[in-house]
């Protein structure tokens, strides 16, 4: 039997104080980061703030700041490129264009054939959102975030103890606030597909969280002499390594998918990868010693 | 042999037989099969999203308050003739969706409101002011709403696409789809194009008509409508004719002077065709018979006088009639390109767009990002795959094996669940089959954990996997059913592509139900059912 973690007796509870602070900055950074984006102020996709985005094969390679300086020259506003040199790729963004749609994306091929006569290009893809596309994706990635968070709790609250509902629910909601942040912080685009990664780890993350829940609760019965924490302790050293190797299968394919996968699911990926990671922590760390305190804190009242 | 392995085998055999066929149209072998097997099996299979394949998704919405101005202004038309065959003193005057009678007197307002039951007054004093009632203005945007769809059919039709989807979305909008389509800017400007043709006849005889400049630069529009507005006959407006010298190239404006009315539209033609003048293209057209009958009426009514033709607005040509035109044929000449001349007789013929179209979102994909998107996901997914099985052997020795036949198991009959429901396979969606490959062991690894378990506590491997399966089952199911319905929701909320991802994530999750325990516990049972086996690989 080759084990990677054996009969492991780590003080997974006794740790709860250093989690809930690392959990506690992650939240913070995800709140702000919600904010930022409900105030418009966070670096919205195109799906979702409206405007124009091409992207551009050219024969040959161009220089990313030459381009910007053909575009700005000739007075387009609010763009932002970013470039895929090995490909001699470029993608050009242009924000909330007041213009008519179909208006940004003529000028921009059109500075491009003039400004760079020598180097062919073909178009891949161009997108355009008009403003009110923008304001109905948006409400609707609210409305499913929504929607999935509430099924997920009635689910789980239906599945367990409602201690447990609460757990697991607010180590989900770390989670998908977690990389929000950290995407946010590192100024990647809010988009579509950012939601579809996140609500996917919403789906997933608690995959772990029920792994360990399982567990606990078949030891409560037989364990039941024994306090809840080292129940809890005993439980999550048990399974630690499923839980460990099931979320190692998933994070194998995502990287597999982030460095393989192109760039359209790039950054899917890469949340992916993230949500993976701290849906396994959030799993050992948040879930059990949230439903731990919430017993705690009735046990007084009762008392 | 334990109850029930020959039949579950024979399931298993079932369903992979069945997602073979479903998924057989999606090979090159399909082209290979006998002639009854292409006519009654499945011959659908996977099609490819826009984003794998290249084409187009536009949205547009129909502005149905011009529709509703255009309807005003043509009942504006027709109060005029009654008012003025009745011998009634009152103006009729028509702005936007307003239409104001001078008078309000007992027979002016008997006399609109009879011919005109749909017009609600809003404002009553010496003068009287009407509008559509707003259940008739619905109608009518509804109604435009529905021709927009089946003039962008006709139009899409004639141009020429293969497998386009046309449909209308809530109220207003239209959701066009043109997959593989090569040049996408054409396809947008043929299907976007009000081409409102009408007959407009010169106001030469005004005062006025002199004082207006010959020539204008382009963007000076304004500067003379603004100059003249007020000065011009109520019944008259200012249009423009675009004029390029053949030689420099430069583009100047005539404005135009022209009665309101419209004389004649583009909706009695039964024929547009592009034809050649000393190798110059224009577009000639063919009234119907109604529209010929009016054609020559017009033309007799004006001989010597200009008739212009104007296209949304913009007049094309404004020749002299020099005499009446009978048998109903007509041409526009404008400078065109020989493609210009060709759509233009595309969307003639197709009909006019009973109000403009507003674009609201365009995702254009070229081919070779399609193929490179689907070259990355083929990779991806290879590898993807090959790391999970290779870890589960190194992990799992002979039952690792095992987990990686079910997992060849999951995603055959994810293909085939897949071809069945003619789904459609976007990027994401190819995300979502690889994420659901890396999932699908899951449930194995935590059903060998239990069997682990069970090992360890001195069970025997026969017993070990029976409990180690019922034990590790609602683990297994609880956290699937979480994964559906965050699937489920995108599904729901989801736009094209990730709709694609939400159909491959749900089935490969609910296929690997199945396949993890039925297929894998089925093997396991029947190597445990041969011999006394007293050590498990695992």
Redesign the interface.
Same mark, same amino acid.
């Given at each position: 039997?080759?084990e990677?973690i054996k009969n492991t007796k780590i003080d997974f509870m006794g740790k709860r104080k250093s989690a809930f602070i690392f959990s506690g900055i992650l939240l913070i950074i995800g709140i702000i980061a919600i904010i930022q984006i409900a105030t418009g102020r966070a670096n919205l996709g195109i799906d979702f703030a409206g405007g124009t985005s091409i992207?551009i094969?050219f024969e040959k390679p161009v220089i990313l700041h030459d381009v910007r300086k053909a575009l700005e020259d000739s007075g387009l506003k609010d763009l932002d490129l970013q470039d895929l040199p090995t490909v001699n790729k470029i993608l050009i963004r242009v924000k909330k264009t007041e213009q008519?749609?179909?208006q940004t994306s003529d000028a921009v091929t059109e500075i491009l054939s003039q400004k760079f006569p020598g180097n062919k290009y073909?178009?891949?893809? !161009?997108?355009?959102? &008009?403003p009110?596309?923008g304001g109905r994706?948006r409400a609707? +990635?609210a409305? +499913?975030i929504a929607?999935?968070v509430v &099924?997920?709790l009635v689910?789980?609250a239906f599945?367990f103890q409602f201690n447990f509902g609460v757990g697991a629910t607010i180590a989900t909601f770390h989670d998908v606030l977690a990389v929000l942040g950290v995407f946010y912080v590192m100024g990647h685009e809010i988009n579509?597909?950012l939601v %579809?990664a996140l609500? %996917?780890i919403? &789906?997933?993350s608690? %995959?772990d969280t029920?792994?360990v829940f399982?567990r606990i609760r078949e030891n409560m019965k037989r364990m039941h002499k024994e306090p809840l924490e080292s129940i809890m302790n005993a439980s999550i050293n048990?399974?630690l390594?499923?839980t460990i190797? !099931?979320s190692? !299968?998933?994070?194998? !394919?995502?990287? +597999?998918?982030f460095?393989?996968? &192109?760039e359209?699911?790039h950054d899917?990926?890469l949340a992916?990868i993230m949500g993976v990671v701290v849906g396994t922590y959030s799993s050992i760390f948040i879930a059990s010693p949230t439903v731990l305190i919430l017993r705690k804190k009735k046990a007084v009242a009762k008392r | 042999m334990k109850k029930g392995i020959l039949w579950r085998f024979i399931l298993i055999t079932g369903t992979v037989l069945l997602a073979a066929i479903f998924f057989l149209p999606n090979t090159p072998l399909f082209k290979d099969m006998p002639e009854w097997w292409k006519k009654d099996m499945p011959d659908k299979g996977i099609t490819l999203g826009l984003d794998l394949q290249g084409g187009i998704h536009l949205v547009f919405e129909v502005e149905g308050d011009k529709a509703v101005e255009i309807t005003t202004e043509r009942i504006a038309q027709s109060l005029r003739d009654i008012i003025s065959k009745k011998k009634l003193n009152a103006e009729i005057a028509s702005k936007g969706l307003l239409i104001t009678s001078s008078s309000s007197s007992m027979e002016v307002r008997k006399a609109i409101e009879d011919s005109y039951p749909v017009l609600t007054p809003v404002e009553t004093g010496t003068t009287i002011t009407y509008k559509i009632s707003d259940k008739e203005a619905n109608r009518i945007k509804d109604s435009a709403a529905d021709q927009a769809l089946e003039t962008i059919r006709n139009r899409i039709d004639q141009f020429g696409v293969a497998e386009p989807t046309i449909h209308r979305q809530g109220t207003n909008e239209i959701v066009v789809q043109l997959p593989g389509i090569k040049d996408p800017k054409r396809a947008i400007e043929i299907i976007g194009k009000t081409a409102q043709l009408e007959f407009k006849m010169v106001d030469d005889a005004a005062p006025v008509a002199a004082e207006i400049p010959a020539q204008i630069a382009p963007g000076e529009e304004e500067v003379i409508l603004k100059q003249f507005a007020g000065k011009i006959p109520a019944d008259d407006e200012i249009l423009f004719e675009k004029s390029v010298n053949r030689e420099t190239g430069i583009v100047r404006k005539r404005p135009i002077l022209v009665k309101k009315q419209t004389e004649l539209t583009g909706d009695m033609l039964k024929e547009a065709r592009v034809n050649l003048d000393k190798g110059v293209p224009y577009v000639s057209m063919a009234f119907n018979n109604v529209g010929a009958k009016r054609f020559e009426e017009v033309t007799t009514a004006n001989v010597k006088k200009r008739l212009a033709i104007v296209l949304d607005g913009v007049v094309y040509s404004a020749p002299v009639i020099k005499n009446p035109i009978s048998g109903g044929n007509a041409m526009i000449e404008g400078n065109f390109s020989m493609q210009e001349a060709k759509d233009l007789s595309i969307v003639l013929k197709a009909g006019a767009l009973p109000a403009p179209l507003k674009m609201l979102q365009n995702v254009t994909v070229g081919p070779s990002l399609g193929t490179d998107s689907i070259e990355a996901g083929k990779r991806a997914g290879i590898i993807g795959t090959l790391l999970v099985v290779v870890f589960m052997i190194v992990y799992y020795k002979l039952s690792g094996v095992i987990a990686d036949c079910a997992l060849v198991l999951n995603i055959i009959l994810l293909l085939g669940a897949m071809a069945s429901l003619n789904a459609t396979l976007t990027m994401p969606g190819i995300a979502g089959i690889i994420l659901a490959i890396g999932m699908a062991v899951d449930s194995n690894v935590l059903m060998f954990e239990r069997i682990r378990d069970e090992l360890r506590a001195g069970k025997t491997p026969r017993v070990a996997v029976d409990s180690g399966y019922n034990k590790a089952f609602w683990t297994i199911f609880d956290s699937h059913v979480t994964t559906l319905i965050t699937a489920a929701v995108l599904f729901q909320f989801g736009t094209g592509p990730i709709k694609g991802f939400a159909v491959t994530l749900s089935l490969g999750v609910a296929i690997n139900l199945f396949t993890a325990l039925v297929g894998t516990k089925t093997i396991f049972d029947l190597i445990l059912s041969r011999r006394d086996v007293r050590k498990l690989s695992i």
């Open positions: 039997m080759l990677l992207q094969k008519n749609l179909g073909v178009v891949d893809s !161009t997108t355009e959102v &008009g009110k596309v994706l609707d +990635a409305k +499913a929607v999935a &099924g997920i689910y789980v599945r579509l597909i %579809t609500l %996917t919403a &789906g997933y608690l %995959t029920v792994v399982d048990e399974v390594s499923r190797i !099931t190692l !299968t998933v994070l194998l !394919t995502s990287v +597999a998918l460095f393989f996968g &192109g359209v699911i899917f990926s992916m | -």
